[in-house]
T-cell receptor, first 113, second 115 residues
């Protein structure tokens, strides 16, 4: 069975602070895909990144970076110099093959000015 | 850029009534999904649909739920007799599994309120 754990329920930071959102996953499949989605207050799900299980290279996109470590089954997400607009709920998700997305419980990020 | 659309954006219904939530997936996509999110909780898988049949469904997707692709563009979720606990945001998603990306594209959601 697949499982995604986001232990941090809510994180509060002040603008310009760096923040890391943790994600730990479980799967027995050797090929899988990991995702991060952002859900702003308006409610839609915004795709941020996809990572394949066979590609452990970390990725940076502007202020966002992702650290994928198969040894610890983690796929953590860091926002550098956070901004108020980053306030949202962030979901980590796991997918194997043609199967469903399994979401974590989400981390609510509050960035105050 | 192609996108998944959903209608209505918000639906209010009385307990026991039937509702149909509509989705238009991205046109060349082959796999379709419904997820739901009860307020403040995580996104949960309901059902996946491929080649005009259900390929997988969750425990939530009981006999009160059904899905259909009535024509070449729409993908619908029907709840036959709504319950209070069906109140949630329902997301439709589609993907083109022919690509290596395996990414699912989500619609903006339909907020269902059962009173």
């Amino acid at each position: 069975a697949q499982k995604v754990t986001q232990a941090q329920t809510e994180i509060s930071v002040v603008e310009k602070e760096d923040v890391t959102l943790d994600c730990v996953y479980e799967t027995r499949d050797t090929t899988y895909y990991l995702f991060w989605y952002k859900q702003p207050p308006s409610g839609e799900l915004v795709f941020l990144i996809r990572r394949n299980s066979f590609d452990e290279q970390n990725e940076i996109s502007g202020r966002y970076s992702w650290n994928f470590q198969k040894s610890t089954s983690s796929f953590n997400f860091t926002i550098t110099a956070s901004q108020v607009v980053d306030s949202a709920v962030y979901f980590c998700a796991l997918k194997t093959g043609f199967q469903k997305l399994v979401f974590g419980t989400g981390t609510r990020l509050l960035v105050s000015p | 850029e192609p996108e998944v659309t959903q209608t209505p954006s918000h639906q209010v219904t009385q307990m026991g009534q039937e509702v149909i939530l509509r989705c238009v997936p991205i046109s060349n996509h082959l796999y379709f999904y419904w997820y739901r999110q009860i307020l403040g909780q995580k996104v949960e898988f309901l059902v996946s649909f491929y080649n005009n049949e259900i390929s997988e469904k969750s425990e939530i997707f009981d006999d009160q739920f059904s899905v259909e692709r009535p024509d070449g563009s729409n993908f619908t979720l029907k709840i036959r007799s709504t319950k209070l606990e069906d109140s949630a945001m329902y997301f439709c998603a589609s993907s083109d599994e022919g690509q290596l990306s395996y990414e699912q594209y989500f619609g903006p959601g339909t907020r269902l309120t059962v009173t």
